[in-house]
């Protein structure tokens, strides 16, 4: 994966994505915005999952397609609860993506739990003054994924 983000890894099985995400899960802090960029079919979803198990986070993670946020509270005291939003359908209904995207009042949450979100990227970048972009990729003639990520500071 050509990819200018530092970490990198092969992900043979949807086991590997998940087990990516928990890893990474123990890399972040309250406050802190993950977006997840990637076709469908790449493994954003199985990447949340995984993300979420490493966070310890109470309940099943699951596609937030239908929904756009699903709240996941802290699985034990002190633990940290993660917000896991869709963002593809934001601005569907004809309506401004932005707007649809500050009444999900997400910088709120940012306070307090991580925000994890699929099909954010150049949407919810705004949110933060930094974020951990994760890509996602499948290749084309296998179930094989690879991953890039890395901190992505806004301010100039």
């Known amino acids: 994966m050509s990819d200018d983000l530092p970490g990198h890894r092969t992900l043979p ?5 998940e087990a990516l995400g928990a890893e990474i899960a123990g890399t972040v802090a309250p406050g802190d915005l993950v977006i997840l960029d990637g076709p469908l079919g790449a493994g954003k ?3 949340a999952r995984g993300f979420g198990a490493g966070l310890g986070v109470a309940g099943r993670v699951s596609s937030p ?7 996941h509270r802290p699985g034990r005291e002190g633990g940290i609860g993660m917000v896991h939003v869709d963002a593809y359908r934001l601005g569907s209904t004809g309506g401004d993506v932005l707007a649809d995207l500050d009444a999900l009042d997400l910088d709120t949450d940012l306070e307090s739990d991580v ?3 699929e099909w954010g990227a150049g949407v919810v970048e705004r949110l933060a003054d930094r974020h951990l972009l994760v890509r996602l990729r499948r290749d084309d003639d296998s179930d094989v ?3 890039a990520w890395g901190w992505i500071d806004a301010t100039p």
């Open 13 to 17: 099985t949807v086991e590997d994505t």
């Open 65 to 71: 397609t239908f929904v756009l946020a699903r709240e």
């Open 115 to 117: 925000v994890i979100v």
């Open 45 to 47: 979803t199985a990447f």
């Open 145 to 147: 994924r690879t991953a």
